[in-house]
Nanobody, 123 residues
Framework: VQLQASGGGLVQSGGSLRLSCVGS????????IGWLRQTPGKEREFLAA????????QYADSVEGRFTISRDNAKVSVYLQMDSLKPEDTAIYYC?????????????????WGPGTQVTVSS
């Protein structure tokens, strides 16, 4: 499975961005997909995950209520709608695939990663 994240950019505090993760390969639809982020000097942080059939979703406390994960298997895509952005949300954002029905919150448990997209939130 190959993944490509896009949609990052510069936004003011309180603004919104929508990240997209496009997959390739027929098995993309079988995987749970997660969004994670990383800032310099820190470990990758789990943000949100969605099961292959969209029946299960999970969020980190730091983003619950502000970020929304969704997917469209027909378009081989997963999205992360980010609202009420804060300067501390500045990071490189990654999408990753791992598991199927049961969601993974540990970055080490994801099997496939795409290159990240930079999100910068100005104060």
């Amino acid at each position: 499975v190959q993944l490509q994240a896009s949609g990052g950019g510069l936004v003011q505090s309180g603004g919104s961005l929508r990240l997209s993760c496009v997959g390739s390969g027929s098995t993309f639809r079988n995987y749970a997909i997660g969004w994670l982020r990383q800032t310099p000097g820190k470990e990758r942080e789990f943000l949100a995950a969605i099961s292959w059939d969209s029946e299960r979703m999970q969020y980190a406390d730091s983003v619950e209520g502000r970020f929304t994960i969704s997917r469209d298997n027909a378009k081989v895509s997963v999205y992360l709608q980010m609202d009420s952005l804060k300067p501390e949300d500045t990071a490189i954002y990654y999408c990753a695939a791992g598991g199927s029905k049961w969601l993974r919150t540990s970055p080490s448990l994801y099997d496939f990663w795409g290159p990240g997209t930079q999100v910068t939130v100005s104060s």
